[in-house]
């Protein structure tokens, strides 16, 4: 009788007689790869990871997820320091912008009171 490459069930030829017992040993062990699949606990090595169960690899993309977003939250909050300058002690601002009726982008400097 051949068996399956990955799990090993009993896989019977067409002159192969099976009993039950061994049909419910395929079916023990299709419910526990199921089961680890199910709860997430199964390893897959090919996770680019640090752990390597779904659960966990999910768990660990969604905490960097939320870290990246609070870092581009915290960047997006100091933007308008990006266009900021001083000259001649004071405060100025850049912006740019586009005016639709003439076509084409417009650009100001304003002192940042």
Do not use: W
């Not at 966990?56 to 997820?65: M, R």
């Not at 870290?67 to 997006?76: A, G, N, P, R, Y």
Request: hydrophobic letters at 35%.
């Amino acid at each position: 009788m051949e068996h399956t490459p990955n799990l090993g069930l009993k896989k019977p030829g067409p002159t192969d007689s099976i009993l039950i017992s061994e049909i419910n040993e395929n079916m023990d062990v299709l419910d526990a790869a199921v089961s680890e699949l199910q709860k997430g606990s199964a390893s897959i090595p090919d996770l680019e990871t640090a752990d390597k169960t779904l659960a966990g690899a999910i768990n660990e993309v969604k905490q960097e997820s939320s870290t990246v977003k609070q870092e581009l939250d915290t960047h997006s909050g100091d933007m308008a320091k990006h266009n900021q300058f001083i000259h001649e002690g004071k405060l100025h601002q850049i912006g740019f912008g586009y005016n639709p009726t003439l076509g084409c982008f417009t650009f100001s400097i304003r002192e940042v009171i």
